[in-house]
């Protein structure tokens, strides 16, 4: 009797399998062939099929490279790479560099392997082990074998050598302290002639050069080597192993000139070495074809960061100009950023180029419109104020909504700066605010009250151009609120027409008085609009004449309305008219010029775009009107104990607190209940009284008119690009008060968005944080985000804080914990 052992049918091909699973019609169907074909790969390699092994792991790697999951032939890989035959190992090593990483333990098994393949005498195999260690090795690996390694680098072969130094790039990476034992082999490692070499030479010395200040010191004598390298490469002729769009290899010049940018980084004598041939290479490149302009930006990248020439520096910027005028919508964006980065340290050759960065504001692309806009804005100054605010007026206009909020907010300030007549700054502010009103800061009411207020000789003038630019439009509700208050303020020269700047027109009292209530009956008013306009036709009762009665009739008729901010005022307006009535005209006079707090002590010098020039440091007083709980009113105790001590609220809110309003433990040994911000505080911290009459609080003077300074400032927190400097002044009037500036600004290429600061102090101290300048921290130093924390130290202690820090950086939410001790003893003793 004979048995007959049944064999399974060969398996099909990788090719017939790519052309079966192309044929699938839908999703489910491709999805039933792959687990058939599966079902039929496990049972080979149950049967520890050696003959289709080789087949079936190629098939698995397919169906990994779609997606499936192909973790089964894992171990199958390593019996590919433990056999003899060259075209097993093949595909042994692709299945374990695509299915194993360090997290597997079973890529340990196979260290030996490849020890043994990186001896072996066959070239290629050779070349098979090194690109698996040098694409997955773990460090225990790279350990094992980095004596492999460093021999073969030494070797002859430069097939070898190219692969075995990008083998040595991964094993620095993993095991820096692996780098010196390869200090020896890179010494000839320039001296090679194959290109292949060269490229991955210049690729490891830069990864050793980055790495280790000491090797950069070392590898400094290079440079005229590397520099021979580059001008050998620009001066041959055309040679079709390394041509690329008529240029001589133009990977390893990019790889040159980034290893030159980090020799000369800091160093003088590298850099003058390299001048003459980062010359050349601007002058000599071609830029027909997007090659050449790869190997001019990374020029000019590196001679922006070495210490260059003047005239190079001028050089690169002109080429970043003629990126600008390119058709590639890529060009123009690199060339907009790098300016960005420059426009600091060489302001006057980036000016040279305004007309055409204003030109790209009008640009199809929204990122080539943002990075024209925040270049704009970088090169404003006295000398071009006004033709670059009528372009940004211009692009403000028509731009896409993202954009009007940091426009708006970036001509508030390069007015404030840069203004040359205060009629000019007040006109192009309320053009920002008919424009683009509601997308402006929650600041720039008050600040342009405050700029109304101070120019005297402008009243008339304002106060008819803000009627005039309300009639009918109640649209943009900044404006609104501007304009209420200055028709409250100086209606009296509204109607009188004393207007000399412009023809004035002519307005009666009740003309006046009608638009008012317009505003109060709007549905597009905000009850913020509404208290404006009801304080307005308020303040207009002691400065007209002929229409009081109809004011006390308008405030009696608001004494009942559902809006109980309204109803509040109008009571108390009605308790002016009825018993206070001998102080209505006091209360209600015109408000006195409103001086910024500025300090006697030491000035800075401020960058003003090119004009370098001392600005007294200021302190501004706290802002007027209601203000948002912020999110820093979570205060808790951090630094020991489980007193908590609660945030002074800045001002009496109606709105409810933030999200962020809880008290959080950031140490984590003490649950605390969430408590909202408005209520009671402890006994032992004293409330801040609300005045029981609206109006008694007008005449009331700023917290901290005398203010002493000179205490030297400190660097709070420095990491991932986001750097918080702390200021500090203290009062004259109050020596346990503290007042510390937090200035947050970010080296990074992108703004970090939803900023939030807060800030925790032991239990012995009182602390209050007043609202931020913004929740924007822009990219590259470009600006900063200003906070007031007030700290009470009554018993003179030392100061320390515990901050934490939220923010949103390139699409994912970021958090912080850091703790500051290092407050110089001039702010708490």
Not at 186 to 204: A, D, I, Q
Request: charged content about 20%.
């Amino acid at each position: 009797m004979s048995f007959h052992i049944q064999r399974m049918p060969a398996p099909i091909r990788l090719r017939e399998l790519i052309r079966t699973i192309r044929t699938a019609r839908t999703q489910a169907e491709e999805r039933e062939m792959i687990q058939k074909e599966c079902a039929a790969i496990r049972s080979s390699f149950r049967e520890e099929d050696n003959t289709y092994r080789c087949r079936n792991v190629a098939k698995l790697l397919y169906m990994h490279m779609l997606g499936y999951p192909a973790h089964f032939g894992q171990l199958e890989c390593l019996k590919l790479i433990a056999s003899q035959k060259f075209t097993d190992k093949r595909i042994g090593y692709l299945g374990a560099m695509l299915l194993l990483d360090e997290r597997q333990d079973v890529h340990l098994l196979m260290t030996n392997c490849i020890k043994n393949d990186l001896n072996h005498s066959t070239q290629y195999v050779q070349g098979l082990a090194l690109c698996t260690l040098g694409c997955m090795g773990s460090s225990e690996m790279c350990r094992d074998l980095a004596g492999e390694v460093e021999k073969l680098l030494k070797t002859s072969n430069s097939y070898l050598r190219k692969k075995a130094a990008l083998c040595a790039v991964h094993v620095i990476r993993k095991v820096p302290e692996l780098m010196e034992m390869f200090l020896p082999a890179t010494k000839n490692l320039l001296n090679e002639k194959n290109h292949g070499v060269l490229h991955t030479s210049v690729v490891l010395l830069t990864e050793m050069c980055e790495r280790s200040p000491d090797m950069l010191a070392h590898f400094r004598k290079l440079v005229p080597q590397l520099v021979r390298i580059l001008k050998n490469l620009i001066m041959s002729g055309y040679s079709p192993e390394h041509d690329v769009s008529g240029i001589s290899d133009p990977f390893l010049q990019v790889r040159i000139l980034r290893l030159l940018r980090i020799l000369g980084r800091n160093d003088d004598d590298s850099s003058e070495a390299m001048n003459d041939i980062l010359a050349q290479v601007a002058t000599n490149t071609e830029t027909s074809k997007n090659v050449g302009n790869a190997i001019l930006y990374e020029t000019v990248l590196t001679i922006m960061d070495i210490k260059s020439e003047s005239g190079l520096r001028v050089l690169a910027i002109n080429i970043l100009g003629r990126f600008l005028l390119n058709n590639d919508k890529n060009i123009r964006y690199v060339a907009l950023t790098s300016l960005l980065k420059t426009v600091q340290t060489d302001h006057n050759a980036v000016q040279r180029h305004r007309s055409t960065i204003v030109d790209c504001l009008k640009d199809l692309d929204v990122s080539i419109k943002r990075r024209a806009m925040e270049l704009s804005f970088a090169l404003v100054n006295g000398n071009n104020i006004r033709g670059m605010m009528k372009e940004l007026l211009y692009f403000l206009d028509s731009c896409e909504p993202e954009f009007k909020a940091d426009c708006a907010s970036g001509i508030f300030l390069a007015a404030e700066k840069y203004a040359p007549s205060k009629r000019w700054h007040i006109d192009t502010i309320m053009r920002v605010l008919t424009t683009a009103g509601s997308y402006v800061r929650d600041d720039a009411v008050p600040n342009l009250i405050q700029l109304i207020t101070n120019s005297v000789e402008m009243h008339a003038y304002t106060v008819q151009r803000l009627y005039k630019a309300i009639l009918g439009d109640y649209s943009q509700q900044p404006l609104v609120q501007v304009a209420a208050w200055c028709i409250g303020e100086y209606g009296d020269l509204l109607v009188s027409g004393q207007c000399e700047e412009e023809e004035p027109i002519q307005v009666t009292e009740d003309e006046v008085l009608d638009i008012l209530e317009s505003v109060l009956i709007s549905n597009m008013s905000t009850s913020v609009t509404r208290g404006y306009a009801l304080t307005a036709i308020m303040k207009l009762s002691t400065r007209f004449t002929c229409t009081v009665n109809r004011i006390k009739k308008v405030v009696s008729i608001y004494g009942s309305s559902i809006d109980v901010e309204l109803q509040q005022r109008a009571v108390e307006y009605n308790a002016l008219f009825k018993k206070y009535d001998h102080m209505r005209s006091a209360l209600l006079e015109r408000m006195p010029v409103m001086e910024k707090v500025t300090t006697n002590g030491p000035t800075e010098i401020v960058q003003t775009n090119g004009e370098t020039e001392p600005a007294p440091l200021e302190t501004k007083p706290p802002p007027s009107g209601p203000q948002p709980t912020s999110q820093a009113n979570d205060l808790l105790d951090l630094l020991g104990g489980n007193d908590i001590t609660p945030v002074i609220p800045t001002a009496p809110t109606s709105k409810p607190a933030s999200a962020g309003g809880e008290l959080l433990d950031l140490l984590g040994d003490i649950n605390l209940t969430g408590a909202p911000a408005a209520a009671p505080a402890p006994a032992s911290v004293p409330q801040i009284s609300q005045p029981p009459f609206l109006l008694d609080g007008l005449s009331s003077q700023p917290l901290f008119n005398d203010i002493t300074t000179g205490i030297p400032s400190i660097t709070a927190y420095s990491k991932n690009g986001l750097k918080i400097e702390f200021t500090f002044e203290r009062s004259n009037t109050n020596p346990s008060v503290t007042v510390i500036t937090i200035q947050a600004s970010n080296s990074t290429e992108l703004d970090m968005t939803d900023f939030v600061f807060q800030a925790a102090v032991p239990k012995t101290f009182q602390l209050q944080l007043l609202s931020p300048s913004s929740s924007i921290v822009p990219a590259f130093n470009t600006g900063t985000i200003t906070q007031v924390i007030k700290v009470l130290n009554p018993q003179k202690q030392q100061l320390r804080m515990r901050i934490k820090l939220t923010y949103n950086h390139k699409g994912s939410a970021m958090q912080d914990l850091a703790e500051v001790n290092n407050f110089p003893p001039q702010s708490w003793q």
